[in-house]
């Protein structure tokens, strides 16, 4: 990942830093920061929460009180939901964003964001639900012939809920990830869950709106799906083998 710049019609790396700072905040208050802000899609039969993922409809209502105005513009993810017709899932916009916060119980202060920080937000916030959703592509596409159209079914967050994974990771000396997805993808059918951890990458992309480090796998919950790791484990070491003697042949 590059370092935001000052020139360039990118935001300050000191501003930047203070969105991070904000961001993680989040987290450690409410346990997410993805699952809070995804698109929040119509509900069905009228009920006050979406059970695909537990948020109540949108609200687009400026709040009381609230400091400034903020737009209500959406924008249209490349992530398909599941149903009979092609219909994608609906970032929040950034007038979303602030009302699902006070419904979490977060009280703004003079010191916090600006009106001018939460289209960054959710740039952020839109820019790595797609790198995730780029990945799970991915891995679906050992399964191409089975399925060529997997679609996104439902998502949850368990920032707190550590997968083995980043356990092991922790034990070899890396830092545990800042949060957690479980994603339930539709393979034409077939339900498969991937764990999605997201790692502190320590700056933004002014140009990709990146920070987060993402590991995206399915889940070890099926023989399938142990088969797929296992197999991309050895195309990696197998490359990466490849790669180090043609290095040094080189040499």
Same mark, same amino acid.
């Given at each position: 990942?590059?370092?935001?710049?000052?020139?360039? /019609?990118?935001?300050?790396?000191?501003?930047? $830093?203070?969105?991070?700072?904000?961001?993680?905040?989040? %987290?450690?208050?409410? /346990?997410?920061?993805?699952?809070? $802000? %995804?698109?929040?899609?119509?509900?069905?039969?009228?009920?006050?929460?979406?059970?695909?993922?537990?948020? #109540?409809?949108?609200? *687009?209502?400026?709040?009381?009180?609230?400091?400034?105005?903020?737009?209500?513009?959406?924008?249209? +993810? +490349?992530?398909?939901?599941?149903?009979?017709?092609?219909?994608?899932?609906?970032?929040?916009?950034?007038?979303?964003?602030?009302?699902?916060?006070?419904?979490? /119980?977060?009280?703004?202060?003079?010191?916090?964001?600006?009106?001018?920080?939460?289209?960054?937000?959710?740039? %952020?916030?839109?820019?790595?639900?797609?790198?995730?959703?780029?990945?799970?592509?991915?891995?679906?596409?050992?399964?191409?012939?089975?399925?060529?159209? #997997?679609?996104?079914? +439902?998502?949850?967050?368990?920032?707190? *809920?550590?997968?083995?994974?980043?356990?092991?990771?922790? $034990?070899?000396?890396?830092?545990?990830?800042?949060?957690?997805?479980?994603?339930?993808?539709?393979?034409? /059918?077939?339900?498969? @869950?991937?764990?999605?951890?997201?790692?502190?990458?320590?700056?933004?992309?002014?140009?990709?709106?990146?920070?987060?480090? $993402?590991?995206?796998?399915?889940?070890?919950? +099926?023989?399938?799906?142990?088969?797929?790791?296992?197999?991309?484990?050895?195309? @990696?070491?197998?490359?990466?083998?490849?790669?180090?003697?043609?290095?040094?042949?080189?040499?």
């Amino acid at each position: 990942m590059s370092h935001a710049q000052e020139s360039g /019609g990118t935001q300050s790396r000191s501003t930047y $830093l203070y969105i991070l700072n904000f961001l993680h905040q989040i %987290i450690k208050q409410f /346990g997410y920061f993805q699952a809070v $802000l %995804i698109g929040e899609c119509p509900v069905g039969g009228g009920g006050d929460i979406d059970p695909t993922n537990m948020m #109540p409809p949108p609200n *687009q209502q400026p709040s009381p009180g609230q400091p400034f105005p903020l737009p209500t513009d959406r924008q249209i +993810s +490349s992530i398909p939901k599941v149903g009979d017709k092609k219909e994608y899932w609906v970032y929040p916009s950034p007038q979303m964003f602030w009302n699902a916060m006070l419904r979490k /119980g977060w009280i703004w202060k003079a010191e916090d964001i600006k009106k001018e920080d939460m289209n960054n937000i959710i740039k %952020i916030h839109n820019a790595n639900n797609e790198q995730a959703w780029r990945e799970v592509l991915k891995w679906e596409a050992l399964h191409a012939k089975e399925c060529g159209d #997997p679609r996104l079914k +439902s998502f949850g967050g368990k920032a707190t *809920q550590y997968s083995p994974r980043a356990r092991i990771r922790q $034990l070899l000396g890396y830092e545990l990830p800042f949060d957690r997805h479980d994603w339930i993808v539709d393979r034409c /059918g077939k339900d498969v @869950r991937y764990v999605i951890d997201y790692y502190d990458g320590g700056v933004i992309d002014g140009n990709t709106y990146q920070f987060a480090l $993402l590991d995206v796998r399915p889940a070890m919950d +099926s023989i399938e799906n142990v088969w797929d790791r296992m197999k991309v484990a050895y195309w @990696r070491w197998k490359f990466e083998r490849e790669e180090k003697q043609q290095q040094q042949s080189s040499n």
